[in-house]
């Protein structure tokens, strides 16, 4: 929430459950998916993530959970997550 925008959910709802039960129903297991995020609400889904990515823009809570960050979203932070994972990815 900020101070013109208010977020309501209902009890227990967060991104990162709606993660987990999106990526379950798709067969896809926790080490498999990478989520990028910004903000307090998306702290759940970059925990949950086998790769959490906070953009260099992120609040400091969601820095400290974060897997890896990268640049901000401004200077192309996303673009630069899915290089580093998908696209160039380093052999272990």
Request: charged share 25%; no cysteine; net charge negative.
């Amino acid at each position: 929430s900020k101070p013109t925008y208010l977020e309501i959910l209902a009890p227990g709802v967060s991104k990162g459950k709606a993660l987990k039960e999106v990526s379950e129903s798709w067969g896809f297991g926790q080490d498999e998916v990478m989520a990028i995020g910004d903000a307090p609400n998306d702290i759940s889904m970059v925990e949950w993530a086998g790769v959490g990515v906070a953009v260099g823009n992120a609040v400091p809570e969601l820095k400290k959970v974060a897997t890896m960050v990268v640049t901000d979203h401004d200077h192309d932070g996303v673009a630069e997550a899915i290089d580093r994972m998908v696209i160039h990815p380093r052999s272990n």
